[in-house]
């Protein structure tokens, strides 16, 4: 069965640190990933995705992402937080022709 | 308008009683998915359609629910005969081209089902 895992239920950062949010799928392909992040009462906001070519994509808000089919991950990272970064994020999976699996989410808190 | 809306933002229900859930997608949007997000968990996908087709209904978790979109714009989701395991947030999103995988999601309806 497809699903998307995010290890991470609850991470807190001090605000200028780097942060990595992990996300695994299991998948019989490469699937299409992407990260969302939804802030309390609002939707979810794409920050980044990838389809093919480059491993490593550029998102929003100074994201980025590393897919490593090896690992089947497509991890996020920021080298610097800010504390307007305190939100919910999603790994979400899509394979042609199919709909989107979400993870469970990882809640980030930044510290000031 | 310059996202996807959605009505109304809260709905608190008896159980038992029908509700309907609105959302306004993009304009010109062909594609528009629902999704159930339960509280602490990742979006889970109901139905979708293109333009007033309902292409995939597969994630629907019971004959209680329907949705339709009968001009290819606004949708509508009905829950029949709320039940306390309904509550959770209704979250819609639009694409503007088949196959296009970049949704954009309203801000949601919280249903609370007492």
Known sequence: ?112 | GAGVSQSPRYKVAKRGQDVALRCDPISGHVSLFWYQQALGQGPEFLTYFQNEAQLDKSGLPSDRFFAERPEGSVSTLKIQRTQQEDSAVYLCASSDRRGSYEQYFGPGTRLTVT
Do not use: M
């Open chain 1, 1 to 112: 069965a497809q699903s998307v895992t995010q290890p991470d239920i609850h991470i807190t950062v001090s605000e200028g640190a780097s942060l990595e949010l992990r996300c695994n799928y299991s998948y019989g392909a490469t699937p299409y990933l992407f990260w969302y992040v939804q802030s309390p009462g609002q939707g979810l906001q794409l920050l980044l995705k990838y389809f093919s070519g480059d491993t490593l994509v550029q998102g929003i808000k100074g994201f980025e992402a590393e897919f490593k089919r090896s690992q089947s991950s497509f991890n996020l990272r920021k080298p610097s937080v800010h504390w307007s970064d305190a939100a919910e994020y999603f790994c979400a999976v899509a394979f042609y022709g199919q709909n989107f699996v979400f993870g469970p989410g990882t809640r980030l808190s930044v510290l000031p």
